[in-house]
């Protein structure tokens, strides 16, 4: 696999500005007391993966000293993340769809630019990208990070207005993509999308992530069959109907297996009702580690991605993954882990033999294992995305830290 981060174009720009801000209410800061800003990530949806990677990032930028602010939804996961971390957080109630309120949503954001005036803005998946890029028309640089290709997750005419609005967009607002994989980037390019590249591969936090014994209710569940755990939010993205089609094989493959989902979505419902007894949910929670540490295998059938968080996560915990072979997937495994490791998506049965075939061998799944944790320490330490990340706001906006650091060695 090749380095952390690659880039396709060099596009160079000039911006800088004055930033407000006064504490505001639970829903985050209204601008007043002139201070500067760097970088506004403005970023929806506030949860799961997207804002497990823009916490780490704004953590990184902050100990860097840029200085940083957060446009989200306000009573997220991301808002009380960020203000934990000491961040400006304001609030932008903006939904994770297109719809009725879209004129409304992209001027509201527009507003809190103006006000803020930072120096470069980074949009974090479609609606932030498709609102921030409409709000500033590419009046200041623009990064926009995807996290996975909208017209992936639609069909028929809405997968043709998606595609044809990135087409759009990209070649005249955005001055760089950023994407998580190199398939992501390939999906971008066979979509007609073009515009300056780069690949910054996501990371993890290796000192959090680390192999060690559960805590709390997940240590409840190492007595018993072995173990298998899905985290993620519960959505036909990640393709939890799927590993509950799979389900019923498995458990006849390898009596006193025991499934749980971690995570809440607008599928909860319908996964709960097609569930079986082996099968146990979770609901939301604030810290996944203790399932990873937990499990005696890891899966994530999804059917699209850009490169999935947990898979990574659950790695550096040391522990084996079973993934669906979709973008990212191959980037994220070590050399040799694709045979037993990757499945094609929406393939209950395929999904049910990698499951059976690796829980029928625990010695096989501790050298997986410890060969994932190596290859996460080696390639996806988050402290590499950042370095990654503030170099390309040098590039684009001359925005540095108060401590200024050269990227690690790549």
């Known amino acids: 696999m090749g380095p952390i981060v690659s880039t396709s174009a060099t596009t160079g720009r000039d911006s800088a500005g004055a930033l407000s801000g006064t504490p505001g209410g639970p829903g985050g800061r209204t601008p007043g007391t002139e201070v500067r800003t760097d970088v506004l990530h403005a970023v929806q949806p506030g949860d799961g993966g997207v804002a497990r990677v823009v ?17 989200c939804p ?7 993340a960020v203000r934990a971390e000491g961040v400006r957080t304001y609030a ?46 590419g009046r200041i640089p623009t990064v926009h990070q995807p996290h996975a290709w909208s017209f992936e997750a639609v069909t028929g005419v809405t997968a043709a207005l998606a595609r044809g609005w990135e087409r759009w967009a990209a070649a005249r607002w955005t001055a760089r993509l950023v994407c998580v994989s190199e398939a992501e980037r390939r999906t971008g390019e066979a979509a007609g999308v073009r515009a300056p590249w780069t690949v910054i591969r996501n990371g993890v936090d290796t000192g959090r992530f680390t192999p060690g014994a559960p805590e709390g209710p997940a240590a409840l569940d190492t007595v018993g069959g072995p173990l298998v ?7 036909r993205q990640k393709g939890q109907d799927v590993l509950l089609a799979a389900w ?38 604030a810290d ?54 990757l499945v094609p998506p929406g393939d209950p049965a395929a999904l049910a033999a990698a499951l059976g075939r690796l829980l029928a061998r625990p010695a096989l799944r501790q050298t997986l294992g410890r060969e994932a944790r190596e290859h996460v320490l080696s390639r996806f330490d988050v402290r590499r995305t950042g370095a990654a990340v503030a170099e390309l706001y040098r590039e684009l906006a001359g925005v540095r830290g108060t401590e200024h650091r050269e990227p690690m060695a790549q």
Do not use: N
């Open 92 to 137: 932008w109630r903006a939904g994770r769809d297109p719809g009725p309120r879209l004129v409304a949503e992209t001027r509201e954001l527009g507003r809190l630019i103006r006000a803020l005036a930072p120096a470069l803005v980074h949009a974090h998946s479609a609606k932030a990208g498709l609102c921030a890029r409409l709000a500033l028309r």
């Open 74 to 80: 306000p009573g997220t996961e991301l808002a009380a």
């Open 55 to 71: 916490t780490d990032l704004v953590r990184a930028q902050r100990a860097a000293g840029l200085r940083v602010a957060v446009a």
């Open 288 to 341: 996944p580690v203790p399932w990873y540490r937990a499990a005696d295998l890891v899966v994530l059938p999804s059917r699209w991605e850009g490169m999935a968080l947990a898979p990574l996560e659950a790695m550096a915990c040391g522990r084996p993954v079973v993934l669906g072979d979709v973008a990212g997937a191959r980037e994220s495994l070590p050399p040799g882990h694709a045979a037993p490791c």
């Open 229 to 235: 755990v899905c985290v993620g939010r519960l959505c």
């Open 248 to 285: 019923p094989a498995v458990t006849a493959a390898v009596p006193g297996a025991r499934l749980v989902l971690v995570g809440d979505g607008p599928d909860a419902a319908r996964l709960r009702a097609a569930a079986g007894p082996s099968v146990r949910f979770t609901g939301a929670v």
